[in-house]
């Protein structure tokens, strides 16, 4: 019960600062979706990505030898949702599996379940994109990456750059587009 007050009490004060850092830097996205909205059927299944923003060009490092990805998310048990990737790096394919929390009282953040990763989740309503999603990441490291995910396997050269815009106000100049010149790999996913 405490626990829940103070997520609750956190949650609100963390939504303040980021309505008054919107009047401040009126770059910023909108309010990310919450937890429960994510958690939602609309945004289960596949997502390809797209592109990267970063602050530091250190931390392109990790995408810089990727061709393309694919994410599928589905529920898991409980309050969770499981995230499985195919990445096409080289002439291999890497799959990786995550879970993620969406607990209401961390709501609007989901936390890996090793908690060595936080996400924040927006639609793509600020870049014109109604089949996109955007992701912030910040690892264990302090890193931070924005993310575009789209469901189809091309993405429009306009929404692209939309999102490399907006990222470019949030002074995330160092930029990563997926080359997709060997195409995706195959993704199991239970079903």
Same mark, same amino acid.
């Given at each position: 019960?405490?626990?829940?007050? &103070? $997520?609750?009490?956190?949650?609100?004060?963390?939504?303040?600062?980021?309505?008054?850092?919107?009047?401040?830097?009126?770059? &910023?996205?909108?309010?990310?979706?919450?937890?429960?909205?994510?958690? @939602?059927? !609309?945004?289960?299944? @596949?997502?390809?990505?797209? #592109? #990267?923003?970063? $602050?530091? *060009?250190?931390? &392109?490092?990790?995408?810089? %030898? %990727?061709?393309? @990805?694919?994410?599928?998310?589905?529920?898991?048990?409980?309050?969770?949702?499981?995230?499985?990737?195919?990445?096409?790096?080289?002439?291999?394919?890497?799959?990786?599996?995550?879970?993620?929390?969406?607990?209401?009282?961390?709501?609007?953040?989901?936390?890996?379940?090793?908690?060595?990763?936080?996400?924040?989740?927006?639609?793509?309503?600020?870049?014109?994109? @109604?089949?996109?999603?955007?992701?912030?990441?910040?690892?264990?490291? *302090?890193?931070?990456?924005?993310?575009?995910?789209?469901?189809?396997? !091309? %993405?429009?050269?306009?929404?692209?750059? #939309?999102?490399?815009?907006? %990222?470019?106000?949030?002074?995330? *100049?160092?930029?990563?587009?997926?080359? &997709?010149? !060997?195409?995706?790999? !195959?993704?199991?996913?239970?079903?």
């Amino acid at each position: 019960m405490l626990a829940s007050t &103070l $997520w609750g009490a956190i949650g609100s004060v963390v939504g303040l600062f980021y309505a008054g850092m919107q009047v401040v830097v009126p770059g &910023l996205p909108p309010a990310p979706l919450s937890t429960s909205v994510f958690n @939602s059927d !609309k945004y289960m299944g @596949s997502w390809h990505f797209v #592109a #990267a923003a970063v $602050w530091d *060009e250190e931390d &392109l490092k990790s995408f810089l %030898t %990727t061709d393309s @990805s694919v994410l599928h998310i589905q529920k898991g048990d409980d309050d969770t949702l499981t995230v499985t990737e195919s990445s096409r790096v080289g002439d291999l394919c890497q799959n990786s599996t995550w879970s993620y929390s969406t607990w209401f009282v961390t709501d609007p953040f989901l936390f890996r379940s090793d908690y060595d990763t936080i996400a924040l989740v927006w639609d793509g309503s600020f870049i014109n994109c @109604s089949s996109c999603i955007v992701m912030l990441f910040v690892d264990e490291d *302090e890193e931070a990456s924005a993310i575009l995910f789209a469901r189809d396997e !091309k %993405t429009p050269d306009e929404v692209i750059q #939309a999102f490399k815009s907006k %990222t470019d106000d949030l002074l995330m *100049e160092d930029f990563y587009q997926a080359p &997709l010149q !060997k195409g995706y790999c !195959k993704l199991d996913v239970a079903a």
